[in-house]
């Protein structure tokens, strides 16, 4: 089993940038693929980016190409969400998946493990 803890989120104001930190725990971190999506109220969840294993590739909505960073620390089992220029279409709960293989697929059905989320709202 994997377990992720997701941390980081806030209210920031239009423009600004954040953070978001992912922990994981109970399966060999080095494995895993690992992506970020997020959930809006009454919006299905949707890809935001993902990085391969060992950090040599990653993937982005076309929404976020440019403006968010995904990264990775294999030594202490983090995975990491920098956001800059934050508008309000990105406020949603942001959730941290981890699925074992080896490329990342823009697809929640397939990933195995999420974190709880953590909330980012953006004000105008």
């Known amino acids: 089993q994997v377990q992720l803890v997701e941390s980081g989120g806030g209210l920031v104001q239009a423009g600004s940038s954040l953070r978001l930190s992912c922990a994981a725990s109970?399966?060999?971190?080095?494995?895993?693929?690992m992506a970020w999506f997020r959930q809006a109220p009454g919006k299905e969840r949707q890809f935001v980016a993902g990085?391969?294993?060992?950090?040599?590739?990653?993937l982005y909505a076309d929404v976020v190409e440019g403006r968010f960073t995904i990264s990775r620390d294999n030594a202490e089992n983090m995975v990491f969400l920098q956001m800059s220029s934050l508008n309000p279409d990105d406020a949603a709960v942001y959730y941290c998946?981890?699925?074992?293989?080896?490329?990342?697929?823009?697809?929640?059905?397939?990933?195995?493990?999420w974190g709880q989320g953590t909330q980012v709202a953006v004000s105008s």
């Open positions: 109970g399966r060999t971190f080095s494995n895993l693929v």
């Open positions: 990085i391969t294993r060992n950090g040599g590739n990653t």
């Open positions: 998946a981890a699925r074992p293989g080896i490329t990342v697929l823009p697809t929640s059905a397939d990933y195995s493990h």
